[in-house]
C-alpha cells in the first residue's frame, strides 16, 4: 500500500471514527455532513472527497462492524478440553465484542425511525448474512464434538449450532436491555450452558 492509499485510508477511518462519535451522541438525523466535518476539521469540499452523505458514512461503519464480528468468528480459538468449556468460551468471546462494540448496539436500536427504509433495509441484510456465517461456525463446532461423542447425533448439527446461537442472543439482548448486569454474566453463562449441555450432551448407553 503506497503512501496516498495509506493516507486516504487514515483520512475515512478519522472522519467514520468522528461520525460514529456524533452519531451515538445526537443521533443520525440530527448530525449533518457540516458537522462531521467540523469535527475532524475538513471543509465541505474535502469531506466530500470520501464520502457523499452522511448515509454513505453509515454504510461504511456497518461494514467495519461486521469485519470485526465475521475476524471474531475467524480467530475464536476453542480450548481444547470439552463441549462444556467450548460453550462458555464461546459465550464470553461473544460478550466482549458486544461490550467492547455497544455503543454501535445501541445506536442501531435508534435506526428505525432516523433513515429511510431501503438503507435499515440494506444494514439488516448485511446482519442475516453475518450471522449466517456465523451459523455454519457454530454448526461446524457442534459438528465436531457429534463425531467426538459428546454431543447427541440424533440431532442436526445445523440445528445444534442454531440452538447455541440463540442462547447466546438472548442472554445478550437481556444484557443490553440492562436485565443482566456484567458481572452476573458470567454466572449467567455457566447456568445457560448446563441447560444447554442438559439437552444436547451425548447420553451413556442405558440412560
Same mark, same amino acid.
Given at each position: 500500500?503506497?503512501?496516498?492509499?495509506?493516507?486516504? &485510508?487514515?483520512?475515512?477511518?478519522?472522519?467514520?471514527?468522528?461520525? &460514529?462519535?456524533?452519531?451515538?451522541?445526537?443521533?443520525?438525523?440530527?448530525?449533518?455532513?457540516?458537522?462531521?466535518?467540523?469535527?475532524?476539521?475538513?471543509?465541505?469540499?474535502?469531506?466530500? /472527497?470520501?464520502?457523499?452523505? !452522511?448515509?454513505?458514512?453509515?454504510?461504511?461503519?456497518?461494514?467495519?462492524?461486521?469485519?470485526?464480528?465475521? =475476524?471474531?468468528?475467524?480467530?475464536?480459538?476453542?480450548?481444547?478440553?470439552?463441549?462444556?468449556?467450548?460453550?462458555?468460551?464461546?459465550?464470553?468471546?461473544?460478550?466482549?465484542?458486544?461490550?467492547?462494540?455497544?455503543? /454501535?448496539?445501541?445506536?442501531?436500536?435508534?435506526?428505525?425511525?432516523?433513515?429511510?427504509? &431501503?438503507?435499515?433495509?440494506?444494514?439488516?441484510?448485511?446482519?442475516?448474512?453475518?450471522?449466517?456465517?456465523?451459523?455454519?461456525?457454530?454448526?461446524?463446532?457442534?459438528? !465436531?464434538?457429534?463425531?467426538?461423542?459428546?454431543?447427541?447425533?440424533?440431532?442436526?448439527? =445445523?440445528?445444534?449450532?442454531?440452538?447455541?446461537?440463540?442462547?447466546?442472543?438472548?442472554?445478550?439482548?437481556?444484557?443490553?436491555?440492562?436485565?443482566?448486569?456484567?458481572?452476573?454474566?458470567?454466572? !449467567?453463562?455457566?447456568?445457560?450452558?448446563?441447560?444447554?449441555?442438559?439437552?444436547?450432551?451425548?447420553?451413556?448407553?442405558?440412560?
Amino acid at each position: 500500500m503506497d503512501r496516498r492509499t495509506r493516507r486516504t &485510508a487514515a483520512t475515512r477511518r478519522e472522519i467514520r471514527e468522528a461520525a &460514529a462519535r456524533l452519531f451515538f451522541s445526537r443521533g443520525f438525523r440530527e448530525v449533518t455532513m457540516a458537522d462531521i466535518g467540523r469535527e475532524v476539521g475538513l471543509s465541505p469540499g474535502s469531506l466530500y /472527497y470520501y464520502f457523499r452523505r !452522511k448515509e454513505d458514512i453509515l454504510r461504511d461503519l456497518d461494514a467495519e462492524s461486521m469485519r470485526r464480528f465475521e =475476524e471474531f468468528l475467524r480467530t475464536f480459538q476453542a480450548p481444547d478440553g470439552g463441549l462444556r468449556e467450548t460453550v462458555i468460551a464461546f459465550f464470553e468471546t461473544v460478550f466482549r465484542f458486544a461490550r467492547d462494540n455497544r455503543d /454501535y448496539f445501541v445506536f442501531l436500536t435508534r435506526l428505525v425511525s432516523s433513515v429511510h427504509p &431501503a438503507l435499515l433495509g440494506e444494514i439488516a441484510q448485511n446482519r442475516l448474512r453475518a450471522f449466517a456465517g456465523a451459523r455454519a461456525f457454530l454448526t461446524d463446532v457442534m459438528r !465436531k464434538f457429534q463425531e467426538r461423542g459428546e454431543a447427541r447425533a440424533d440431532l442436526p448439527a =445445523e440445528e445444534l449450532g442454531h440452538l447455541l446461537g440463540g442462547v447466546a442472543h438472548s442472554v445478550l439482548f437481556s444484557w443490553f436491555m440492562g436485565l443482566v448486569s456484567d458481572d452476573e454474566m458470567p454466572r !449467567k453463562f455457566q447456568v445457560l450452558t448446563k441447560l444447554l449441555l442438559d439437552g444436547v450432551r451425548a447420553r451413556e448407553e442405558g440412560r
